[in-house]
């Protein structure tokens, strides 16, 4: 008051502080609108676990209509009791420095069901780097736990088919190489599986099917779908054997061929033995005056002569082959009057 009254003025410059706290605004808002538009349950803590505020994405997840339901309760309280323990470990490594990455946990929605959750956590730490706040980023799994775990049954009732078939079976990819194969096969080759799998189909077919013959043959079942043929293949031991081979293309992992294998080597020897006999009868029952045959008579009165001797051609003026799946040829050649008495005296 004195001089006749003065005003003394103190003025400080704001601008700084002024563009701070609308940098501060801004960053606020920019993360507000990040959590508000997160696909992902976001969930923001304070230090003892209590719940600041969730996601709207987070708040339909677990099944709850706004943050007032939520804000205040421990994060604990939103997964089942088995897991708490494992939970509240990771947070306190958290503090000491340690992180293990996310988490899988069993989660309990408002409503009391259960929800399979990957939860990740960060610290918010404020200017001086100390942690003031945690955030979880949690994201509902329940669906992809459900497709591996049927995924997983699929896979295994498949191995198990493909172990327990008797058949040899491969997976092979496009190049020719094998990505897969069963324990019969194996046996069959006298290979370990885990030497076939870094062997290819040329490695185990003979010449004519090795190198580029092979990669050749792979390229005309891709571009038909399928085939069905018989081949050799290679055992350790250097010896053939003769396959029966069915393979199919897939068009799964870059190209997949499925080919199951069956050795034929039982089935082979049978057939060269059944001949050498077949040769053998023939070769005696030529020796034998008139005619030597086996007659088959089938339920529906067809009837035929699987095996008969050179003496039908004689007797009956047809060839053995003429008749092996059908005798009609024969009883033509009889005699009307006679055809009865015959067809009697088979039947007794």
């Known amino acids: 008051p004195e001089e006749g009254g003065r005003f003394v003025a103190f003025q400080r410059d704001i601008t700084e502080r002024r563009r701070t706290e ?11 609108s990040i959590l508000m538009a997160s696909p992902d349950n976001l969930t923001i803590t304070d230090l003892t ?4 505020m969730t996601s709207p994405a987070g708040l339909a997840t677990m099944g709850y209509g706004d943050n007032s339901a939520v804000a205040g309760r421990s994060i604990y309280e939103f997964i089942i009791e088995d897991d708490r323990a494992r939970a509240g470990e990771n947070i306190g490594l958290m503090f000491q420095g340690i992180r293990r990455g996310p988490e899988a946990y069993r989660g309990v929605r408002a409503d009391g069901t259960r929800i399979d959750l990957e939860v990740n956590a960060e610290f918010i730490r404020g200017a001086d780097g100390e942690p003031r706040q945690l955030v979880f980023i949690c994201r509902d799994i329940t669906e992809r736990k459900q ?9 295994t009732r ?21 990505v897969d194969v069963n324990d019969a096969y194996s ?19 003979v010449p004519d099917e090795a190198g580029d013959a092979a990669l050749r043959h792979i390229q005309r079942i891709i571009d038909k779908g399928a085939e069905r043929f018989e081949t050799l293949h290679r055992r350790k031991d250097g010896t053939h054997f003769p396959v029966e081979a069915s393979v199919r293309y897939l068009p799964i992992e870059g190209g997949r061929l499925v080919a199951f294998l069956r050795d034929m080597t039982a089935q082979k020897e049978a057939v060269a033995t059944l ?30 002569f699987p095996f008969s001797s050179s003496g039908m051609r004689d ?6 082959s003429e008749v092996r799946e059908d005798a009609t040829p024969v009883f033509g050649r009889l005699h009307p009057d006679d055809r009865e008495s015959v067809t009697a005296l088979i039947f007794d």
Request: aromatic share 8%; with cysteine; hydrophobic share 40%.
């Open 158 to 178: 498949h191995r198990t088919i493909l172990q327990t078939a008797l058949d040899g079976v491969w997976v092979v990819d496009r190049a020719g190489r094998l």
């Open 22 to 32: 609308e940098a501060l605004r801004l960053s606020e808002e920019r993360y507000r």
């Open 315 to 320: 007797i009956y003026e047809v060839e053995p």
């Open 49 to 52: 676990g209590r719940v600041v």
């Open 187 to 205: 046996r069959m080759s006298g290979y370990s599986a885990e030497e076939l799998l870094t062997m290819g189909v040329a490695d185990l077919s």
């Open 147 to 155: 497709a591996q775990a049927t995924l997983l049954e699929s896979e």
């Open 275 to 304: 001949q050498k006999t077949y040769d053998m009868m023939t070769r005696l029952t030529a020796q034998v005056p008139g005619v030597v045959y086996k007659y088959l008579l089938y339920p529906d009165g067809r009837s035929c």
